[in-house]
């Protein structure tokens, strides 16, 4: 299998909505509301042409023989109870038809070496409470529940938790 993470440009921004909106039909139609989903994803096509811009340096396309499977973006946390040693995985998104097929694994893996170049020690991600199957995912690359909680409206209210790994292996 022939994978390939670089950095989003403009021109791949069809293809990150076209990912986003598939993934989200599918890993969250049993989480979130439809129309909720719908309304979302209705904005995915905008919303990539409008991030991602030449001077992206957070935002990855992931492909297989040079095509875009999946997206993900790594940043600086968002939380205020963390420290310079962390670094956030804001989201990984995969198209459904290449679920469990080891790209998110070797995705996670990229991540935590670009963590790692920047010499963080922790990786955090924060995921619906009701998504069984990403939190066995996580978990399965070595990430583990931190107690943190918090609470989106979502459509309706979800209860999201933040895990994290320890990159010092």
């Given amino acids: 299998m022939n994978i390939t993470i670089r950095f989003a440009i403009p021109a791949d921004a069809p293809d990150m909505a076209e990912v986003c909106m598939r993934s989200w039909e599918a890993a969250y139609k049993d989480i979130l509301p439809a129309d909720y989903i719908r309304e979302k994803n209705a904005t995915r096509p905008e919303l990539f042409k409008r991030v991602i811009?030449?001077?992206n340096e957070n935002t990855y396309v992931i492909q297989k023989d040079e095509k875009t499977v999946g997206i993900m973006r790594i940043a600086p946390p968002q939380d205020d109870d963390v420290n310079e040693n962390y670094y956030e995985l804001h989201y990984i998104y995969l198209h459904p038809d290449h679920f469990r097929q080891g790209i998110g694994?070797?995705?996670?893996k990229f991540v935590f070496d670009k963590a790692r170049e920047l010499d963080k020690r922790f990786m955090t991600v924060w995921v619906f409470a009701e998504n069984i199957n990403s939190i066995k995912?996580?978990?399965?690359?070595?990430?583990?529940?931190?107690g943190k909680t918090a609470v989106q409206n979502?459509?309706?209210e979800v209860v999201i938790i933040r895990m994290k790994a320890d990159l010092a292996y």
């Avoid at 694994?105 to 996670?108: D, G, L, M, P």
């Fill in 154 to 156: 979502r459509g309706k």
């Fill in 53 to 55: 811009t030449d001077e």
């Fill in 105 to 108: 694994a070797q995705a996670v």
């Fill in 137 to 146: 995912f996580y978990e399965n690359c070595g990430f583990e529940a931190d």
